[in-house]
Nanobody, 121 residues
Framework: QVQLVESGGGLVQAGGSLSLSCAAS????????IGWYRQAPGKEREGVAC????????YYQETVRGRFTIIRDNAKNTVFLQMSSLKPEDTAVYYC??????????????WGRGTLVNVSS
């Protein structure tokens, strides 16, 4: 059974850091492009970061570049999103997703249920 499970969300003060985890079961994460997305209250879901299949190139939304880092740990079959210098506007439910493609641009095939990140000012 293919499954993605996010964890690591919580409440943090502005300027703080959090590390989100996306653990996969039922398939090897390295064979997929993995993306982190977020959806803030009243807003559409948006892409935050992507790490490509096999060749670990990474891509970031402009608003998080330099503050967020996406990392894949193949031994743990887990992808992490390390977030620092958090801002209140980063508050959202964060989802990880997997695509059976080289990159995240061709659409995602599997989604997790999300983890809430709440950044207080």
């Amino acid at each position: 059974q293919v499954q993605l499970v996010e964890s690591g969300g919580g409440l943090v003060q502005a300027g703080g850091s959090l590390s989100l985890s996306c653990a996969a079961s039922g398939f090897p994460l390295d064979d997929y492009a993995i993306g982190w997305y977020r959806q803030a209250p009243g807003k559409e879901r948006e892409g935050v970061a992507c790490i490509t299949r096999h060749d670990p190139s990474t891509y970031y939304q402009e608003t998080v570049r330099g503050r967020f880092t996406i990392i894949r740990d193949n031994a743990k079959n887990t992808v992490f999103l390390q977030m620092s210098s958090l801002k209140p506007e980063d508050t959202a439910v964060y989802y990880c997703a997997a695509a059976d493609h080289f990159s995240c641009q061709q659409g995602m095939d599997y989604w997790g249920r999300g983890t809430l990140v709440n950044v207080s000012s």
